[in-house]
């Protein structure tokens, strides 16, 4: 059994997507939800599934984000994770933090990546007149919102769509496709996923 920990800083959304995946035969389940926000929605909702949570507010370590993501790796590590899932996870990791990582560790970003990596995915696809969008789970490197795709689901883009009209229609997706790539992933099969 494959032992998950999950990332979030907000609502986790996803976060609960993969929590309520990861039942019966699924050859993984989930040991830590962790935020940098102590008040991120997403940490009751992981306690009420009785999954331990912990929170390091990353707000006091300011610009020193070595020491925000040594704590944060005290309470991961206490965890002893195979995988590490990002899941609205809006911090920057450094590579130190990444290298201990690479390989297993995962994130979903609101766009078909490699277009529109860092934030604003769908402002940016509206701006470019994209007739598509949607969302890809990759495997975490040193660079930002790169990595190998493990996943994407495309949705259409709408006549008179707005930013949160279309990053609603993508989260939708987003939570069909990351517990599908993490299923398959923690069986050990990298082959993508594509909905
Ligand atoms: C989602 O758009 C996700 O793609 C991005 O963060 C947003 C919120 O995710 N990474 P969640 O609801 O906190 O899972």
Redesign the pocket.
Known sequence: MKRVAIL??????????LLDSMVGDHPARAVLVASNDPAAG?LAKAAARDVPVAAVDHRPFGKDRAAFEAELLRHIEAAEPDILC?????RVLTPGFVSRFEGRML????SLLPKYPGLHTHQRALDAGDAEAG?TVHEVTAVLDDGPVLGQARVPVLSGDRPDTL?AR??VQ?HRLYPAVLRRYAAGDRTPVLL
């Open positions: 979030i800083s907000g609502g986790g959304s996803n976060m609960l997507a997403g990002l899941a609205g996870f809006m994130n979903i970003h609101p969302c990053a993508v989260l987003e």
